[in-house]
């Protein structure tokens, strides 16, 4: 990992990563527009709202539930909440704060497909992949046809929990795992050059701080990120801005410097 002078962590606090979420605005089969229902396998996710009014659904180790989100709520939820964002007003603006920096960039989402997709590693990946240039058009088509497909699988899924209970998710827990199974080499090390790093460093800044002393705090150092495109791009629940903040050797964050 990256560091500022005397050995500073250069990631954001926490190892966290910071996304901004315009929810999408197209209507899904049951009449409620939104994002694919999807989980993550290692991550707790945070939403915090800036604009807009909208719900989160999920499911969970307490059944079905809906979340009202409106301006200042600050909601979060475990690995293993299957979640979709609803857009109750078109103008639903998130801001989401991600534990555990470069796991979502690096796969650690799965969407709700109908288990045949799951089941099948190839199948789920190309149906998942969205494509990377063509029109506006066709891109957003098939922004709409991965929802679709999502909502398909949530739906069957919802109503499997409201009448067996949490142990419906048993299975889509079994096939997540193996879905992610080989990506967990490359998801260990950010963790542990990230969030995990950042709290070693800090149990040794409250040592020196224990003695009196505060020789890191001459490391003091200021940094700042430039969002990763241009534009917003397609994700899993809306319109996407998102920011390096685990600089890497080849893509630093750029240190502010006095003029």
């Known amino acids: 990992m990256l560091s500022a002078p005397g050995g500073t962590p250069a990631g954001f606090p926490g190892g966290t990563g910071v ?20 989980l993550h396998t290692a991550t707790t996710e945070s939403y915090v709202v800036v604009a807009g009014r909208g719900r989160v659904q999920t499911l969970s180790s307490t059944g079905f539930d809906e979340h009202p989100l ?14 979709r964002l609803v857009n109750d007003d078109g103008a639903l603006e998130i801001v989401a704060v991600m534990g555990n ?5 690096n796969g650690d989402a799965v969407l709700t497909f109908p288990e045949p997709y799951l089941d099948d590693p190839e199948r789920y990946r190309l149906a ?16 709409v046809a991965r929802r679709d497909l999502a909502m398909e699988g949530f739906l069957a899924l919802r109503s499997r929990v409201e009448a067996e209970g949490p142990q419906a998710l048993e299975h889509l827990y079994r096939q ?41 705090l001459h490391n003091a150092v200021v940094r ?13 629940c809306g319109r996407l801005q998102t920011w ?13 410097r006095p003029d």
């Open 128 to 143: 998942a992949t969205l494509p990377g240039d063509g029109t506006v058009e066709a891109r957003e088509a098939a922004v």
């Open 19 to 38: 996304t901004r979420i315009n929810v999408y605005t197209w209507d899904a089969v049951d009449g409620q527009c939104g994002g694919s229902p999807h």
């Open 224 to 236: 700042s990120a430039s969002p990763t495109s241009a534009e917003p791009v397609y994700g899993m």
């Open 176 to 216: 997540a795992a193996a879905l992610v199974q080989d990506k967990v080499g490359t998801w260990s090390a950010l963790v542990r050059n990230g969030p995990l790093a950042q709290a070693r460093q800090s149990l040794e800044h409250l040592e020196q701080l224990s003695r009196a002393d505060g020789s890191h």
């Open 244 to 256: 390096n903040l685990m600089p890497s050797a080849a893509e630093p964050a750029t240190p502010v």
């Open 101 to 105: 920096s470069g796991l979502p960039e």
């Open 70 to 83: 409106t301006p200042g709520t600050v909601l979060w939820f475990t690995p293993g909440t299957v979640h």
